[in-house]
């Protein structure tokens, strides 16, 4: 006999597949994600939630790496000429496009948040016919933006936990958060939500990633090694001359972000735990006769721990402005993106691992990734839900790819959609008995 479970999840396959392909073909990056976020809010109206949207769950103060205004504004007409709803769009004006949507079970329990991630990234999709999303056309219509880290993905089995929350209401408890975040490339847009208040009132957070060098079938309960992270992007500014006729007078803005560049890289390495640095771009001058005027360097760091990132970002800031006073220049530095470190709890890491061990799709659960881990701005939920007494923890469902994360030929193997949502409708079934067994709230 087929449960009632496995029904709901086959009538949800094809509609995530679906609005998997559509948010592919429309990609948004960071901050821009005007279609994308009104898809979310109309989906989460008609199935019953309350919604919140725009400035009501991100703090304008706390944002990162926002565009400026001329591309939010073109972006935000693109959506508009592409189907998104006005009534939706309204709120997102100026980037602000976070949506979170609450919906309360019939049985009392805890308060639990489910994040998902929507952004795209900056990257040209490509147009090789082996390609599936060229095959099947579904590719980014979006020059320079595109789906290359399993985001949409996101969204999708985000979207159909989702209705299954709203058509299981008699039977389940406590009330959910379903939070779907902008800007996670970058590590942008988490830190505004959680200043906005988005999970003061959480007790249990989850939150989950496609790949990420797991195979298809394999799920991890829970990362306990993200890096903490700072991304910057510094402008030094000197006084453009002729090169040949007045060097003297001018001040050579692309020789101090050399010289910045190779002390940056040469910073000695924390004897605590893993430390990285990277100039990741580095852009100057005018043309071959003129002493250039501006360099502009796109710059992060990572730390093992937020103690060891803090000591990168020091030493990155004394190099900086050394390099400066060296050429007689100005500089400006902006933070652009943050991410701290976080454990995932144990408790809900053993949970999760007995619960999906009985699950027929998932073949493995492991309680932890046996690789290194990247940076992941989920941690400023994650911490702030444990520090307010709550538990939370990051899972990974591992799919087959095409190519890495952030590549151009990146893909995933849909069979993952159905893994992520069968593995959320089996932890939301248990949260009352792991409540109870566990004595939370």
Not at 43 to 72: F, N
Not at 292 to 301: C, I, K, L, N, R
Not at 397 to 406: R, W
């Amino acid at each position: 006999m087929v449960s009632q479970q496995a029904r709901c999840i086959d009538e949800l396959i094809p509609l995530m597949t679906r609005w998997r392909r559509d948010l592919h073909k429309y990609a948004e990056p960071g901050w821009l994600e005007f279609r994308t976020a009104s898809i979310v809010a109309d989906e989460l109206e008609a199935l019953g939630y309350e919604l919140q949207l725009g400035k009501e769950v991100i703090d304008e103060q706390s944002r990162m790496g926002v565009p400026p205004h001329e591309i939010l504004a073109r972006h935000e007409q693109r959506a508009i000429d592409e189907g998104a709803n006005r009534k939706w769009v309204n709120y997102f004006t100026g980037g602000y496009t976070g949506v979170v949507g609450t919906i309360r079970m019939n049985k009392p329990g805890p308060t639990v948040g489910i994040r998902f991630d929507m952004d795209a990234l900056h990257i040209n999709e490509s147009v090789d016919i082996s390609h599936v999303p060229v095959e099947q056309n579904f590719a980014s219509i979006h020059e320079g933006e595109m789906h290359a880290c399993g985001h949409d993905a996101h969204t999708s089995i985000g979207l159909a936990v989702a209705n299954y929350l709203a058509k299981h209401r008699e039977e389940l408890t406590g009330t959910y958060k379903l939070i779907f975040q902008p800007a996670e490339e970058g590590v942008r847009g988490a830190k505004s939500m959680v200043a906005a208040g988005v999970v003061d009132d959480v007790d249990l957070f989850l939150t989950s990633h496609v790949g990420i060098n797991v195979d298809l079938g394999t799920v991890v309960s829970g990362i306990d090694n993200f890096l903490a992270t700072t991304k910057f992007n510094v402008v030094f500014k000197g006084k453009a001359s002729h090169a040949g006729g007045f060097p003297e007078e001018g001040k050579n803005a692309l020789l101090a972000a050399s010289s910045a560049v190779l002390n940056l890289h040469s910073i000695p390495r924390s004897g605590k735990g893993q430390s990285q640095i990277n100039v990741g771009k580095l852009r100057s001058g005018y043309d071959r006769n003129i002493i250039p005027a501006f360099a502009e360097m796109q710059v992060e760091t990572r730390g093992e721990t937020t103690e060891i990132n803090t000591y990168m970002v020091a030493k990155a800031m004394n190099i900086i402005k050394g390099a400066a006073q060296m050429y007689d220049i100005d500089y400006k530095v902006e933070i652009v993106g943050e991410a701290n470190t976080s454990q995932s709890s144990k408790q809900l890491k053993n949970y999760i691992q007995k619960v999906l061990s009985d699950v027929p799709i998932v073949d493995k659960v492991l309680d932890s990734a046996p690789f290194p881990i990247g940076s992941e701005d989920a941690t400023y939920m994650m911490n702030k839900v444990i520090e307010n007494g709550g538990l939370s923890t990051y899972m990974i469902f591992g799919t087959d790819l095409a190519a890495g994360h952030h590549h151009e030929k990146f893909d995933i193997n849909e069979k993952v959609l159905e893994i992520g949502l069968a593995a959320y409708i089996e932890i939301i079934g248990g949260i009352a008995k792991f409540t109870i067994e566990n004595e939370f709230r």
